[in-house]
């Protein structure tokens, strides 16, 4: 679906320049690029309105720092779809039916995605599958052994290629591809891996992880950023990749997350989506609360010189544990948590244990 008759448009890349001015513009809303893809008919007519003229259109009062110069935020979307163009990189516009529903339906999604890869990945079953960077063995084994199996069952992973979980999700992904291949499985059945970055598309991070990426691909999974080719990444970026891996699938498994750790951002999002979480019960392993001591001491030291927020300090996993999320030992019990009518789930006897202390 397209927000204005095409014939408005001299081509494809008329359209397209358009449509990237708009995701552009960061003061302004999902919602706002909406109504003004839907009002405007030319990327010239975005380019020489002025913040006053972008107010009254939207009928809010602009503040921002960023001094707003429409030329040249032309300039850089006629670049970036340049970029898009050589590198072979999809984009994909919410007015689309390739766009994902289930990231549509949280509260600010990407206007645009960027896209490398199978994108009818996007509109398949999936789990996302999130933890921290300071894996234990265990862990590592886990978020392979969940990727694996989830994969195997025709269900895609999602996670954000960090080192740690994430890398190790991919990676029983990716595994479990091959060893499909090896056996003569049809391949058409088994699900595979979708990678959200943090920075710019054409920019894996970490670079450590730049033979995953083609991993990733070469087995037919996809890769995506809201970011266009050569954009900078900054901090609030790793947050924004957080959002979408908690909206594109109904449910996030998270393996191990210390207090703190940016895993349990995802988790906070996926539950102000509606979504389901659930913990690995790795993350409540003796090695893995060590971690997360260790963790804590850190925060705390950090927290007296006033460097990080009480809600960091505050997010843990047994805030979730303690509200009702379920504790999963294998992809198959997390398949049977999710169908488990309200009321009738088991309960781990670990999270027992957590209850009655």
Not at 93 to 112: D, G, K, M, T, W
Not at 115 to 121: A, F, H, K, P, Q
Not at 144 to 162: E, I, W
Not at 176 to 197: H, P, Q, S
């Amino acid at each position: 679906m397209q927000p204005t008759d095409n014939d408005l448009f001299e081509n494809e890349d008329s359209y397209l320049i358009f449509l990237l001015s708009l995701a552009r513009i960061t003061f302004l809303s999902y919602k706002e690029k909406i109504f003004l893809a839907k009002n405007l008919d030319s990327y010239n007519k975005l380019a020489l309105l002025s913040i006053e003229e972008i107010s009254k259109l939207i009928g809010r009062s602009i503040k921002t720092r960023a001094e707003w110069d429409g030329t040249e935020n032309l300039r850089l979307a006629r670049l970036a779809l340049h970029y898009c163009k050589a590198y072979d990189i999809r984009i994909l516009s919410c007015f689309e039916q390739a766009y994902p529903e289930l990231l549509r339906q949280i509260s600010n999604p990407p206007f645009v995605l960027f896209c490398r890869g199978n994108i009818s990945l996007l509109c398949e079953r999936s789990v996302s599958v999130v933890g921290t960077r300071r894996l234990t063995p265990q862990g590592k084994k886990a978020a392979q052994t969940f990727s694996y199996d989830a994969v195997m069952d025709g269900c895609t992973v999602v996670s954000g290629l960090a080192h740690g979980a994430d890398s190790n999700a991919h990676l029983g992904a990716v595994n479990a591809f091959y060893d499909a291949e090896e056996k003569c499985l049809d391949t058409r059945k088994i699900g595979r891996t979708i990678a959200v970055l943090p920075s710019s598309i054409d920019e894996i991070v970490p670079s450590a992880n730049k033979k995953l990426a083609e991993k990733i691909l070469s087995t037919g999974g996809c890769i995506i950023s809201e970011y266009e080719p050569r954009m900078t990444i900054t901090n609030w970026h790793f947050v924004g990749r957080n959002r979408i891996i908690a909206g594109l699938s109904p449910a996030t498994v998270v393996i191990e997350a210390p207090c703190g750790s940016g895993a349990l951002i995802t988790a906070d999002f996926a539950l102000d989506y509606g979504r389901d979480v659930l913990f690995h019960e790795v993350a409540f392993t003796e090695l893995a609360e060590r971690v997360s001591a260790n963790v804590k001491e850190e925060l705390e030291k950090k927290a007296s010189l006033k460097n990080v927020s009480k809600y960091k300090m505050e997010n843990s996993p047994q805030k979730f544990i303690e509200t009702g999320a379920p504790i999963i030992k294998s992809y198959s019990d997390y398949c049977k948590k999710l169908h488990e009518a309200p009321g009738t789930s088991s309960v781990h006897p670990l999270q027992r244990e957590l209850f009655d202390n």
